[in-house]
């Protein structure tokens, strides 16, 4: 599993923008990251084995995380960014095992070991 992010860039506050991560597969279950300068990679979305998604109190009701599994692409639409929401931010994927994701509905971040290389989200 090869990941690769695109979409990042610089924004005024309330601005949107959508992050794109190609190399997602039926094998893998996804998830959005981030890390600020200074700060530990927090866990951003991620999606379940049962299409539930769960995701950080700092963004919810800003972004949208969704999949084309036609596309084999993963989304993270963030809207009404803020200067806080400044950072890296990286897709990672951990294994599904057969119908499941590995991991269960909260998974702790080290059951993610696929990852990209990140794209800078930079919001003034």
């Known amino acids: 599993v090869q990941l690769v992010e695109s979409g990042g860039g610089s924004v005024q506050a309330g601005g949107s923008l959508r992050l794109s991560c190609s190399g997602s597969a039926s094998s893998v279950c996804m998830g959005w990251f981030r890390q600020a300068p200074g700060k530990e990679r927090e866990r951003v979305a991620h999606?379940?084995?049962?299409?539930?998604?769960a995701y950080a109190d700092a963004v919810q009701g800003r972004f949208t995380i969704s999949e084309d599994n036609v596309e084999n692409t993963l989304y993270l639409h963030m809207t009404n960014l803020k200067p806080e929401d400044t950072a890296v931010y990286y897709c990672?994927?951990?294994?599904?095992?057969?119908?499941?994701?590995?991991?269960?509905?909260?998974?702790?971040?080290?059951?993610?070991?696929?990852w990209g290389q990140g794209t800078q989200v930079t919001v003034s």
């Open positions: 999606i379940n084995d049962d299409g539930t998604i």
């Open positions: 990672a994927a951990r294994r599904r095992v057969g119908q499941y994701c590995s991991g269960g509905p909260r998974p702790p971040t080290n059951f993610f070991i696929y």
